[in-house]
């Protein structure tokens, strides 16, 4: 339901509502943990709050013009656009809606079509994009901040104070990505924030591997230091890969395939969160100090990834975005011009 000109930041409010909700849920913990022996009890049946406000909001909520119309409900689907666009003159993009509609019902194996050679870059990025997100190691910190912060020498309320702070940075640090990417264009963000985030992966693990070995405890100087570059980190992934990750798969696949391109992104997100999230333990108590290092190096990876291989998507509309492809030094060799 975005108009073109605002897409990049609209679409970013599904990462800002995420982060809000993470560190909602830190607070909650930081401030149940006091509440012994049962606070446990009461953070974990806050969770039915939101859990009702998303059942209520879903009764209250109207359909979109697009799968209105696309059901063959035209009048409702108009009238539901005027009422988003709050105006009368939506003769223009009504049109579009019902020939894309059309065009979209008329494709029978969305799966199958974006096995095809002129998919391969959208499929690629789709594939690639919510790996590397999850590769820069943001759900670790975010899932296992307290445990995290504990083996550090943090004590346990220093630890979930710490998590709700990093939780809270990462809320706050979506708001440049919004007023940004619409301007600044998503690879500058995105490698940007990724140069950010192997600098800061590189001297967590330098400190963690000088300053804490032997059994010993970081001294409190080091701790607050530990604290503020991990910080530095959430806000770089923040304003780049957090809510890029999703927008940029959203806004490259051709209404053929979009169905099944981003039911692949948001699948391949979960898996490797799956993945992650089972092994982190695991990993740190193997790795120890090297586990920012693997990180910083599949960071390092994606930032060359994105700066070879993926077009500037800024400004251009959906359906133009073929064009992006034909013209890249790379996809132009699997990409037919029409």
Same mark, same amino acid.
């Given at each position: 339901?975005?108009?073109?000109? #605002?897409?990049?930041?609209?679409?970013?409010?599904?990462?800002?509502? /995420? /982060?809000?909700?993470?560190? &909602?849920?830190?607070?909650? %913990?930081?401030? $149940?943990?006091?509440?012994? +022996?049962?606070?446990?009890?009461?953070?974990?049946?806050? =969770?039915?709050?939101?859990?009702?406000?998303?059942?209520?909001?879903?009764?209250?909520?109207?359909? /979109? +013009?697009?799968?209105?119309?696309?059901?063959?409900?035209?009048?409702?689907?108009?009238?539901?656009?005027?009422? *988003?666009?709050?105006?009368?003159?939506?003769?223009?993009?009504?049109?579009?809606?019902?020939?894309?509609?059309?065009?979209?019902?008329?494709?029978?194996? +969305?799966?199958?079509?974006?096995?095809?050679?002129?998919?391969?870059?959208?499929?690629? @990025?789709?594939?690639?994009?919510? $790996?590397?997100?999850?590769? /820069?190691?943001? %759900?670790?910190?975010? !899932?296992?901040?307290?445990?995290?912060?504990?083996?550090?020498?943090?004590?346990?309320?220093?630890?979930?104070?710490?998590?709700?702070?990093?939780? =809270?940075?990462?809320?706050?640090? $979506?708001?440049?990505?919004? =007023?940004?990417?619409?301007? #600044?264009?998503?690879?500058?963000?995105?490698?940007?924030?990724? *140069?950010?985030?192997?600098?800061?992966?590189?001297?967590?693990?330098?400190?963690?591997?000088?300053?804490?070995?032997?059994?010993?405890?970081? &001294?409190?100087?080091?701790?607050?230091?530990?604290?503020?570059?991990?910080?530095?980190?959430?806000?770089? !992934?923040?304003?780049?890969?957090?809510?890029?990750?999703? $927008?940029?798969?959203?806004? *490259?696949?051709?209404?053929?395939?979009?169905?099944?391109?981003?039911?692949? &992104?948001?699948?391949?997100?979960?898996?490797?969160?799956?993945?992650?999230?089972?092994? !982190?333990?695991? @990993?740190?108590?193997?790795?120890?100090?090297?586990?920012?290092?693997?990180?910083?190096?599949?960071?390092?990876?994606?930032?060359?990834?994105?700066?070879?291989?993926?077009?500037? &998507?800024?400004?251009?509309?959906?359906?133009? @975005?073929? #064009?992006?492809?034909?013209?890249?030094?790379?996809?132009?060799?699997?990409? +037919?011009?029409?």
């Amino acid at each position: 339901m975005a108009p073109a000109h #605002l897409r990049g930041a609209l679409n970013m409010m599904f990462q800002l509502a /995420t /982060t809000l909700g993470i560190f &909602t849920a830190n607070m909650i %913990n930081y401030g $149940t943990e006091k509440l012994r +022996p049962w606070g446990w009890r009461l953070s974990l049946g806050l =969770a039915a709050f939101p859990a009702l406000l998303m059942t209520v909001g879903g009764l209250l909520l109207p359909e /979109t +013009p697009n799968s209105l119309i696309e059901r063959g409900e035209r009048g409702k689907g108009r009238q539901v656009l005027e009422n *988003i666009r709050g105006t009368k003159e939506v003769d223009a993009e009504f049109q579009d809606i019902v020939d894309a509609s059309e065009f979209a019902n008329s494709i029978e194996h +969305p799966f199958r079509n974006i096995l095809e050679k002129r998919n391969r870059p959208q499929l690629v @990025m789709g594939i690639f994009m919510p $790996t590397f997100q999850i590769l /820069t190691g943001i %759900n670790s910190i975010l !899932f296992y901040a307290p445990v995290l912060f504990q083996s550090m020498g943090f004590g346990g309320s220093a630890a979930l104070y710490s998590s709700a702070l990093s939780g =809270a940075v990462l809320a706050s640090s $979506t708001f440049i990505s919004i =007023a940004t990417v619409d301007r #600044l264009g998503r690879r500058a963000l995105l490698i940007s924030g990724g *140069i950010q985030m192997i600098v800061c992966q590189c001297v967590v693990s330098l400190i963690l591997g000088v300053k804490f070995g032997h059994n010993q405890e970081l &001294t409190k100087g080091f701790s607050i230091l530990v604290v503020v570059v991990i910080c530095l980190f959430v806000v770089a !992934f923040g304003w780049s890969w957090g809510p890029l990750g999703w $927008t940029v798969p959203s806004e *490259i696949f051709p209404l053929e395939t979009r169905s099944a391109g981003q039911s692949i &992104t948001v699948a391949v997100n979960l898996f490797f969160t799956f993945i992650i999230g089972q092994s !982190f333990l695991s @990993m740190l108590c193997a790795f120890k100090f090297g586990i920012f290092l693997f990180f910083a190096g599949w960071i390092t990876i994606m930032t060359i990834f994105v700066y070879l291989f993926l077009p500037e &998507t800024k400004g251009v509309p959906i359906e133009e @975005m073929i #064009l992006l492809w034909q013209r890249h030094w790379f996809w132009k060799r699997t990409v +037919p011009a029409f």
